[in-house]
């Protein structure tokens, strides 16, 4: 079995319906497999100065989280990034994307508190987005001294689904001294609502399938409504003004390629400044493939010592 139908059978296990039991043992399953298939297409772990877990005052109680302390980055308070996972909102964690995390911390030379939000299906949209918006906030709170942050240099991050949060705290969070400073979304999904039909048939078996994207609408929306919600389609808004500039990854074989490019055209139009790196023969997911790809371990560190200049961290020019 290739790793595409790998992808495409750990989401139909995903029960849409059924007992709290069989939900559970599906998602379990789903999510082992993930961690598994991470562990070898995932390059080496980089070692950092600290790796910290804690936990975070949120809503609906508390949100786990893992902080990242790189070398040579600096006195605190300093810049730093908040980072939010992808897995199509299912799957994905703290430790599916400890490797990805680590090499973007110590590349942009910047502290990163990754976070660990609530996933579908056991806790649906806007779930997800509540706490992500509430571990910025204390990212920018009463977090920043137990983090070592400065309130007024911080980044938003995220990849797929990640992306799509990521992208949402930046437009909910744009004003004050606080605002997100520069955001970074890997092969975002930006949009619940249409899809470009053609071509999701044309990328089908690229890992991040058609079959995939009906599959995980499913598990996270709960209808129509929901779809339409700017905090589920950031790229329906209008309203982008004043947003912190982006700089987008797309991927070619990639159905959210399209959708990443048209919100950086979308954001240049109302005058955000937005750098956006196309890789033509990348697929989704690449960035946690360094294990086996030099240009997707060249892509992470271009983009993580983007965002650490961007910040103003100590970058270092061979990174």
Known sequence: MSFEQSIKAMFDKLPLGGDAVSIESAVNSMRAGLQSA????????VEMASVRNLNISGAAGEIGARLYTPYACGVAPAPAILYLHGGAFVVGDLESHDTLCRRLAAVSRCRLLAVDYRRAPEHRFPAAVEDALAAYDWLAGPGAEEVGADPKLLAVAGDSAGGNLAATVALERRAGESAVRRQLLIYPLLQMVETNAERLRFLEGHIFSQHVIERMHGAYLSGVADARHPWASPLLRDDLKGVAPAYIVTARLDPLNDEGRAYADKLAACGVQSTLR????AVHGFFQMTGVSSDARKAVDEAAAEIGRALGAP?????
């Open 278 to 281: 196309h890789h033509p023969l």
């Open 38 to 45: 991470m562990s070898v297409l995932d390059g080496e772990r």
């Open 315 to 319: 970058v270092s020019e061979q990174s």
